[in-house]
């Protein structure tokens, strides 16, 4: 079965940076489109940023020039580089892989940005 687990979640500064990791398994990485979304606290989940199998991205305006998705074929991963952390991006962050027309997601982890 498809199994997405999230990882570098935590307690970050405004300003400071994190990475996120999504490990795949179940699915034919490389022919995967990946994606980053999130959910804030009484909002409702948005995507974040893409990446097609074949590496072309995509990303939310309010992320756009701090955040950039990559992704590893070999390890069946992919990344989100977040930079330039806001109190607004405070969140929890879930992978999601989009199959045959199927979406698969993870369980989630949470990015708190405070002092």
């Known amino acids: 079965q498809v199994q997405l687990v999230e990882s570098g979640g935590g307690l970050v500064q405004p300003g400071g940076s994190l990475r996120l990791s999504c490990a795949a398994s179940g699915v034919i990485f490389s022919h995967t489109s990946m994606g980053w979304y999130r959910q804030a606290p009484g909002k409702e989940r948005e995507l974040v940023a893409a990446i097609t199998g074949g590496g072309s991205a995509d990303y939310a305006d309010s992320v756009k020039g701090r955040f950039t998705i990559s992704r590893d074929n070999a390890k069946n991963t992919v990344y989100l580089e977040m930079n330039s952390l806001k109190p607004e991006d405070t969140a929890v962050y879930y992978c999601?892989?989009?199959?045959?027309?199927?979406?698969?997601w993870g369980n989630g982890t949470l990015i708190t940005v405070s002092l």
């Open positions: 999601k892989a989009a199959q045959y027309g199927i979406g698969y």
